[in-house]
């Protein structure tokens, strides 16, 4: 009933900056909360941010100062700003969400998602 939808993924060099998106479609009766994950070859996916529906934000300490979360409550999207980019942070970067959904005047239900993923390669 719920999807996500990642965007902004890509090639960049050390140093550089990336920013994806991640909007929620479908069945929303409204999203709390959403972040970005990350996995790794031959590591365990790991939180790069969250961000609350009121704003609240938290960030792996790895990431901190570097990337930005925010989010549009209106149009159910989630964005990272990713800025001095390493190649420590190559992986695949998977969109998280949850909250309540509601198939047309149907019951009201909690949901949690995770996107396709989309793959961020820092290299030179």
């Known amino acids: 009933q719920v999807q996500l939808a990642e965007t902004g993924g890509g090639l960049v060099q050390p140093g550089g900056s990336l920013s994806l998106s991640c909007t929620a479609s479908g069945s929303i009766f409204t999203s709390n909360a959403m972040g970005w994950y990350r996995q790794a070859p031959g590591k365990e996916r790991e939180l790069v941010a969250t961000?609350?529906?009121?704003?609240?934000?938290n960030y792996a300490d790895s990431v901190k100062g570097r990337f930005t979360i925010s989010r549009d409550n209106a149009k159910n999207t989630v964005y990272l700003q990713m800025n001095n980019l390493n190649p420590e942070d190559t992986a695949v970067y998977y969109c998280?969400?949850?909250?309540?959904?509601?198939?047309?005047?149907?019951?009201?239900?909690?949901?949690?998602?995770w996107g396709q993923g989309t793959q961020v390669t820092v290299s030179s």
């Open positions: 961000i609350t529906r009121g704003g609240s934000t």
């Open positions: 998280y969400a949850d909250g309540l959904q509601r198939n047309g005047l149907g019951p009201i239900s909690r949901f949690d998602r």
